[in-house]
């Protein structure tokens, strides 16, 4: 079967995981992959268009070969009602809205798919305000921080392009971020099953070569891979590999079969990355101070960012004395020397 080597864009890793996960990618530079399998390449540009831009034609000039490039990741709706949180949406035309105060290239649109009624807008700073995104709304749809830049470089180069996003959230909503990146694996695993299903449904994605053959467990195809891949190399049967004692312990709880995979695929990660496990408890141990007296303390899962946020609520007097304490005594010299590498012995 002839194939269009094809280039996939994605602004951040997490986008572009279930693809890293469930294919043959293997690293050619700096978060740069090629598939043989597939001859599908994939570049993680990082935000904003410029960035976008910049690696796009970068490949494509190294590697001229490619002769397509698909646009996919997370995008804002700008008007509740029209999308719904989860649609995957083929974009139609794309929009630049690069501010006033800054010279450059100029207003150019690119049209992708004259089927499609949805129009995005690439945004060349992040939407800040509930007016800027409804101003946008005058023009499109959706909004994202990449699309035009990778469209531009396939113009200049003279590629095909196509633009897939799901709507994440909405930008009129300036409160979702956390909730955006705790759903992104969710959300790239939607676009891998939209990509092969649709885009290119002559190439489907090959099943685990192994079996999961133990009840009591609901899995997704994502974590089946997740398995697999904590399990001893040419494993062809879980219950073969999996310590009967660990099965028993989570078998025998009454919880639902999807938590209980959670549990088991925690399990695994930490007999086989105890150095993981030693990190997600020193985190826990400095959180604890603050979740014990009531906060709620949302952070990068990944530990790429050092970024807090911290939420509570309180009715009495004595809770407001209480969590300012903790609040005012928390170690956060403490919790940046995490991204710095030291961990406590």
């Known amino acids: 079967m002839i194939t269009t080597p094809t280039l996939l864009c994605f602004a951040h890793g997490l986008e572009a995981k279930a693809f890293l996960q469930n294919l043959d990618f293997q690293p050619l530079g700096t978060e740069f992959y090629h598939s043989t399998s597939k001859d599908l390449y994939l570049s993680v540009t990082g935000e904003g268009p410029l960035k976008a831009l910049s690696q796009t034609l ?30 995957i949406l083929d974009v139609r035309t794309i929009y630049s809205d690069r501010p006033d105060d800054e010279q450059g290239v100029q207003f150019h649109s690119f049209s992708t798919n004259a089927e499609s009624r949805v129009d995005l807008v690439t945004a060349w700073r992040r939407i800040t305000s509930i007016e800027k995104a409804q101003e946008l709304a005058r ?6 921080r990449e699309a035009w830049g990778h469209a531009y ?20 909503n300036l ?42 467990f609901y899995l997704t195809n994502q974590q089946l891979s997740q398995i697999k891949k904590l399990l001893p190399e040419g494993t062809k049967k879980a219950s073969l590999a999996i310590d009967t004692i660990l099965l028993a312990g989570i078998l025998g709880s009454e919880e639902h079969p999807k938590k209980r995979t959670q549990r088991l695929i925690e399990a695994l990660r930490q007999s086989q990355h105890p150095l ?7 985190v826990n141990q400095r959180l604890q101070p603050l979740t014990d007296q009531g906060w709620t303390v949302t952070f990068d899962r990944d530990l790429e960012s050092p970024r807090l946020e911290i939420k509570t609520s309180f009715d009495r007097p004595e809770e407001v004395q209480a969590r300012s304490r ?17 961990l406590d012995v």
């Open 139 to 144: 023009f499109a749809q959706l909004v994202d």
């Open 58 to 87: 970068q490949h494509l000039t190294q590697h001229p070969r490619i002769r397509k490039v698909v646009n996919m990741g997370l995008c804002g709706g700008l008007s509740e009602g029209s999308q719904s949180i989860g649609d």
């Open 175 to 216: 409160e979702q971020c956390f909730e955006v990146r705790a759903k992104a694996l969710e959300y790239s695993q939607a676009l891998f099953e939209h990509y092969f299903s649709v885009i290119e449904p002559d190439f489907p994605t090959q099943p685990p070569e192994f079996d999961f053959d133990i009840k009591g």
């Open 276 to 282: 993981e496990d030693r990190l997600q408890n020193q």
């Open 153 to 172: 470089a396939c113009k200049q180069l003279s590629r095909d392009f196509q633009c897939k996003k799901i709507v994440s959230d909405f930008a009129t």
């Open 326 to 342: 903790a609040l005012a005594s928390f170690d956060i010299q403490s919790w940046l020397r995490l991204f710095e590498g030291e």
